[in-house]
């Protein structure tokens, strides 16, 4: 039974910044790629990066420049450095692995920007 697990949520002031990790637990192979998404309060989850199989990025226009996405494809864990957070960037933020068969959620992290 594959399992993610997101870690390194919590409260920042706006300016910023947050390390967020998300690691798989069980066997898990062919990884195409890894993402992470973010729901805010009373919105719908959305697309925050992704980082391919081959190492392509990218990024939703509202953290371009902010937000980097990376991984360590040996130990199946991705990251996302989140740098001058804003208010806006407030939300639960999900991990999402996808195989060629199979796609993986974590259970999320919050993440809380005051202003």
């Known amino acids: 039974q594959v399992q993610l697990a997101e870690s390194g949520g919590g409260l920042v002031q706006a300016g910023g910044s947050l390390r967020l990790s998300c690691a798989a637990s069980?066997?898990?192979?062919?990884?195409?790629?890894m993402a992470w998404y973010r729901q805010a309060p009373g919105k719908q989850r959305e697309w925050v990066a992704s980082?391919?199989?081959?190492?392509?990025?990218n990024y939703a226009d509202s953290v371009k420049g902010r937000f980097t996405i990376s991984r360590d494809s040996a130990k199946n864990v991705v990251y996302l450095q989140m740098n001058d957070l804003k208010p806006e960037d407030t939300g639960v933020y999900y991990c999402?692995?996808?195989?060629?068969?199979?796609?993986?959620w974590g259970q999320g992290t919050q993440v809380t920007v005051s202003s």
């Open positions: 999402r692995f996808l195989t060629g068969l199979n796609t993986y």
């Open positions: 980082i391919t199989r081959g190492g392509t990025v």
């Open positions: 069980g066997s898990i192979f062919s990884i195409n790629a």
